[in-house]
């Protein structure tokens, strides 16, 4: 399934920076799958956070020194970058499932209120 536009992407955070940082085949290789979610279509290389944080999922590419990763939830057609980061062994440090965790609250909270605030409008 392909969409008639692709989905806008939003990144929280820090995210944009950090993954700025990444070796150039990394971010094509990311970039190249980010691509593929906003378009409707299955990444190449990704992962499921979803057994520690409900819907979020993972774009993954590695390199001879690093994982790295770029978790990720789509949310009312907006795709919603919660962090980026890399890391030398098989596990992900539990310093970045509380940063996906902590964006995941605020972006939650934030479009609450931003909803909030358009039914306010619109009486």
Do not use: H
Not at 38 to 59: A, H, I, M, W
Not at 60 to 82: A, Q
């Amino acid at each position: 399934m392909t969409l008639d536009s692709p989905l806008k992407v939003v990144f929280e955070g820090d995210s944009l920076e950090v993954i700025s940082s990444f070796p150039k085949d990394v971010k094509e290789n990311i970039g190249g799958d980010l691509d593929r979610v906003q378009n409707g279509e299955r990444p190449l290389d990704s992962g499921s956070l979803t057994n520690v944080l409900p819907k979020v999922f993972y774009l993954r590419d590695d390199d001879k020194d690093f994982w790295y990763r770029m978790p990720y939830i789509k949310l009312d057609d907006v795709i919603y970058v919660l962090d980026c980061f890399k890391k030398k062994t098989n596990e992900i440090a539990q310093k970045d499932i509380n940063t996906a965790r902590l964006r995941l609250i605020a972006l939650k909270q934030r479009l609450a209120e931003q909803k909030k605030k358009a039914k306010r409008g619109s009486k």
